[in-house]
């Protein structure tokens, strides 16, 4: 006896929305974003504001202001937000980053690497940022990227534990050029 002679189909049409919702939650959910102009920036600040605990970056280049001020509130909510950078940054020091120094926000260089050419953010160790997309105003304006956003708790896991590992070898940051947060000496930290 098929279900629709029992349950009227309304209902079953209902219950299988339901069953579907539920399926795509317990497997995750990811949203794809694009640019020039296609919402990147503005899908990263959404999910930084969002952050109730942690947001953990690796950055290969760093100038977008609206992403330095949603990581600078989100710091001041009390969310322990920490960016590891390619030691190149240093090169450039952009507002952004000035942004993040004045705020006090912790910064560090991987310098174990050529290039930590990563762009990627963890927050609250269930949601990943990633994609091509550097965290640029030229990403968002004039280049050809993508981001993803992914809600995935174990995905998460397997990014922050990278992160770990990239900020046990990362040093911490200065530029010579803006002034050191406090603890932090004035002192370039770049080996030969």
């Not at 990403?139 to 990278?162: G, M, S, Y």
């Amino acid at each position: 006896m098929p279900l629709s002679s029992v349950f009227p189909r309304s209902l079953l049409v209902c219950i299988a929305a339901l069953m579907v919702t539920v399926l795509l939650r317990a497997a995750g959910t990811t949203e794809v974003f694009f640019s020039p102009e296609g919402g990147c920036t503005d899908a990263i600040v959404r999910e930084v504001r969002k952050a109730s605990r942690s947001v953990h970056v690796q950055a290969f280049s760093f100038t977008s202001q609206p992403i330095a001020r949603a990581l600078t509130e989100a710091s001041k909510r009390g969310v322990e937000v920490v960016v590891l950078f390619d030691q190149g940054i240093v090169q450039e020091p952009h507002a952004a980053m000035e942004i993040l120094v004045k705020a006090g926000v912790p910064w560090f260089l991987d310098r174990e690497h050529s290039i930590a050419h990563n762009k990627v953010m963890v927050i609250d160790d269930s949601v990943v940022v990633t994609g091509s997309f550097n965290f640029t105003t030229a990403a968002e304006h004039h280049n050809a990227e993508n981001v993803l956003v992914i809600h995935d708790p174990d995905l998460a896991a397997r990014f922050q534990a990278n992160w770990k590992l990239h900020r046990a070898h990362s040093q911490s940051g200065v530029f010579p050029s803006l002034p050191a947060p406090s603890g932090r000496s004035s002192r370039r930290t770049r080996q030969p």
